[in-house]
């Protein structure tokens, strides 16, 4: 069993590695004030962006986040806010309107391969986004993994890595898939892993992930190793353990149930620790299992769909609608559907007395 990272090869498997059989409770955290990363939903009504739904749930999110004590970091153009739809003009547009509404909050891009063609992997692709965000202040880019770049090997793919980081000039998230999400995505090994935590300009990864825990590997190599990098969840399906662990959500689900996400920060914390943050787990999961469920395909990428039906129900936007050009719909009566997910979440936001969580 590797305990090193002297031990580490490019082909080396996270269950050779101690990481791998780290058990949560031995990671728990009751002191740390990790942050939410919220992936921002981009309304429409019309086929065009609903500014003023976009600019109303921020302000609720903001609003929770003050409430809880949480600090709150907004990540826009990601894909809750429909990256691989935008026209370059939208993208620059929606952080223009929100730097313009909210100057403060720290704000997290999205980046990917733009113009991405061919099966030659091309650092250039990440620049057209990385140029655009990195023109604002209190920013970081999360650069999003693509097809190309995700099937390279290791060590090329660790290269590739570092060629889009010499166009970094703000902090940087890495971030990884598994194929639950997109059929061809390969999460990072361990060794990968450890190379990019220790590139000076990667402050942190997210890593999406249904049907391995591997944001449990990244949290106990990085505590192990005490690498200078910060694994941020996006398990939408796990929410409740990136809070037990002390560490950061990065998450879409931290748009339909944000009270929520931020009282359990509070309630986990040794000095306000209250027993029924488990019951609150429990309903904000159930809620997001609905949201991110799986389609024939086995695809969860219609969340965004069922996000907004859930903000229009609790009266923050008014409309359902998607991006004109995204094909990640649900069909049937998804309102009754997410009307009787709310329920649960509810009824515990009732209870704990949690504030804006209501049906209009």
């Not at 791998?20 to 981009?42: G, I, Q, S, W």
């Not at 069909?331 to 997410?338: F, I, K, L, V």
Request: hydrophobic letters at 40%; aromatic letters at 10%.
């Amino acid at each position: 069993m590797i305990t090193s990272a002297q031990d580490l090869k490019p082909d080396t498997e996270w269950s050779e590695t101690v990481w791998a059989h780290t058990p949560e409770e031995e990671l728990a955290d009751h002191t740390t004030k990790a942050r939410l990363c919220v992936a921002t939903l981009l309304p429409f009504v019309d086929g065009k962006p609903d500014w003023a739904g976009f600019e109303k749930s921020i302000r609720w999110m903001i609003r929770s986040g003050e409430h809880f004590g949480v600090e709150m970091a907004f990540v826009l153009n990601a894909d809750t806010g429909y990256i691989f739809n935008l026209s370059i003009d939208l993208y620059r547009e929606v952080i223009e309107r929100f730097r313009a509404l909210f100057p403060d909050p720290k704000i997290i891009c999205g980046v990917t391969a733009v113009g991405a063609e061919g099966e030659t992997f091309d650092p250039s692709w990440y620049h057209p986004h990385l140029d655009i965000c990195q023109s604002f202040d209190n920013v970081e880019a999360m650069l999003m993994t693509s097809r190309q770049l995700n099937a390279l090997s290791p060590e090329p793919r660790r290269d590739a890595y570092f060629e889009i980081a010499e166009h970094l000039t703000v902090p940087g998230i890495v971030h990884a898939l598994e194929p639950a999400f997109v059929p061809w995505a390969t999460p990072y090994g361990p060794w990968l892993l450890h190379e990019l935590a220790h590139h000076e300009k990667f402050i942190g990864g997210k890593i999406s992930t249904l049907d391995e825990p591997h944001f449990l590997y990244w949290a106990s190599m990085c505590r192990d190793l005490n690498l200078p990098f910060l694994p941020h969840s996006g398990d939408d399906f796990g929410i409740a353990s990136a809070i037990k662990l002390g560490l950061p959500l990065l998450i879409g689900a931290g748009v339909s149930a944000c009270p929520l996400i931020c009282a359990a920060r509070k309630l986990w914390l040794e000095d306000s620790f209250d027993t029924r943050v488990y019951k609150l787990f429990e309903a904000f999961q159930s809620l997001e299992d609905s949201v991110f469920r799986l389609d024939e395909n086995g695809s969860a990428a219609a969340y965004k769909h069922s996000t907004a039906f859930c903000l229009k129900l609790l009266g923050l936007i008014d409309s359902t609608e998607i991006h004109p050009d995204c094909i990640d719909k649900r069909w049937g009566d998804e309102q009754s559907r997410m009307r009787e997910a709310l329920q649960r979440p509810l009824r515990m936001a009732k209870r704990l007395e949690i504030p804006e969580f209501e049906l209009a």
